[in-house]
């Protein structure tokens, strides 16, 4: 069985820094992208960064130049490094997955169980 898990959440300043982590667990046969979404209160989840098992990263608009996303070279764990955090950056943190379980199955997402990260002063 596929598991997520973050860690690294907590609260920090404006303009602080917090770096995420995901480690994934389980037997799959293969990956094609991992990435953190958010959620705020309120809000519908959204999109923060990607990275694809070739290592092609895709950034919300609103974190690009702040946000660096990376992995390991087994595609085991991925990381957000957060920087100037902001205000608007406070959400729950989803680490989600995109891979295939078995050969022939279908791409399919799984999702941690999230992280909070709040940013106030």
């Known amino acids: 069985q596929v598991q997520l898990v973050e860690s690294g959440g907590g609260l920090v300043q404006p303009g602080g820094s917090l770096r995420l982590s995901c480690a994934r667990s389980?037997?799959?046969?293969?990956?094609?992208?991992m990435g953190w979404y958010r959620q705020a209160p309120g809000k519908q989840r959204e999109l923060v960064a990607t990275i694809t098992s070739t290592g092609s990263t895709n950034y919300a608009d609103s974190v690009k130049g702040r946000f660096t996303i990376s992995r390991d070279g087994a595609n085991n764990t991925v990381y957000l490094q957060m920087n100037s955090l902001k205000p608007e950056d406070t959400a729950v943190y989803y680490c989600?997955?995109?891979?295939?379980?078995?050969?022939?199955?279908?791409?399919?997402?799984?999702w941690g169980q999230g992280t909070q990260v709040t940013v106030s002063s």
């Open positions: 389980g037997s799959i046969f293969s990956i094609y992208a």
């Open positions: 989600n997955a995109n891979l295939r379980l078995r050969l022939g199955s279908l791409l399919r997402d799984y």
